[in-house]
């Protein structure tokens, strides 16, 4: 049961859950429907443009996660909801979901071919959210997945999601506070990540290793992850050759574009390589552990904004023009677009 920290939020979480557990949501020609529940919980709406996420990306063979950003201009519309389960092989994306004004989140539909998948959250706080997410097929089920608290990123340049979400650092690199010879580490790896990496397409990056997480699939205007589990047990740091991760933004055209590579070492010492401009950034599992830190390195002509820990859209574009950010697609899958 989720630990929400109103008796009205977790009454009406519980509820919808109960009704699905014993019915599933509605289905047949409600199928893909939004469902909006009324309540009486006396709770805050969310700040514009803010962003939660929730995941476990821990336990093998049940990954999942719920990501939830709030539409920039109504903070009682969701513009973008994500929910993915690695158990039932399922990703749903919707779009303009309702936000009720006691701050109900409920949402549910069908998935292709057999099955349902529901989210059930409540605004408990600006800032916090508490809810469930559950996905059941013929041959999977979930079962109801529960996430905490979170503390949004909205407003600030340094944030964190706590319990099955993401800790990030500001937004740029400190070359200032580097010695010369942290600052040619810093150069040396984005050149052989660029020489390395550049113009590579998932296929290609298939055939070295790269896998997307089993059941994931991408989804146009999002980034996703392509992840190389030999490179993640090599022990090798920063080897611009064998980074752990490369990241793709999925284009309208349903081709997909490298936007650069991201690197892992473990959690708590931070290492000496690059001194201060690495900015590392975590994703916590569903009992709150970081099990490692990352940082990207990404496809830009210099290595300042190669650094960055947002999205730096417009040095992106001017590496690679074939990648291009619109309004109507500000909805990534990681990170922030560079204030």
Request: hydrophobic share 35%.
């Amino acid at each position: 049961m989720v630990a929400a920290t109103s008796p009205h939020a977790a009454e009406l979480i519980t509820t919808s859950s109960s009704l699905a557990a014993a019915h599933g949501p509605a289905r047949g020609g409600l199928a893909g429907a939004l469902l909006l529940i009324a309540g009486t919980a006396q709770a805050a709406l969310p700040p514009k443009g803010a962003s939660f996420a929730f995941d476990d990306h821990q336990t093998a063979g049940k990954n999942w996660h719920v990501e939830i950003r709030i539409d920039s201009k109504d903070p009682k519309k969701i513009a973008t909801l994500i929910v993915y389960s690695q158990q039932c092989k399922g990703t749903i994306a919707k779009t303009g979901v309702p936000i009720s004004d006691a701050g109900v989140i409920a949402a549910s539909g069908g998935l292709k071919g057999y099955g349902w998948w529901e989210v059930n959250a409540t605004v408990n706080e600006p800032t916090t959210i508490v809810g469930t997410m559950r996905m059941r097929r013929a041959d999977c089920d979930t079962g109801v997945l529960s996430y905490p608290n979170a503390i949004t990123g909205h407003g600030r340049t340094d944030h964190a999601h706590a319990g099955g979400g993401h800790t990030h650092g500001s937004q740029y690199a400190d070359f200032g506070r580097a010695s010369l010879a942290e600052r040619k580490q810093a150069r040396a790896l984005h050149r052989r990540v660029l020489k390395t990496w550049s113009g590579i397409t998932p296929a290609r990056a298939k055939l070295r290793g790269f896998h997307r997480p089993p059941g994931s699939k991408p989804v146009v205007g999002f980034m996703y992850h392509m992840y190389n589990q030999r490179y993640e047990r090599d022990g090798r740091l920063f080897d611009g050759k064998r980074p752990e991760s490369l990241v793709f933004w999925r284009r309208a055209s349903g081709d997909s574009v490298i936007l650069g590579p991201m690197f892992r070492v473990p959690a708590g010492k931070r290492p000496s390589f690059a001194g201060p401009i690495p900015i590392y950034h975590g994703h916590a599992s569903a009992t709150g552990k970081i099990p490692n830190q990352m940082t990207h390195v990404w496809m830009t002509k210099g290595p300042k904004m190669a650094w960055a820990n947002c999205l730096p859209v417009f040095h992106l574009q001017q590496y690679n023009p074939v990648f291009k950010w619109t309004p109507d697609t500000k909805r990534e899958h990681i990170g922030e677009p560079c204030k």
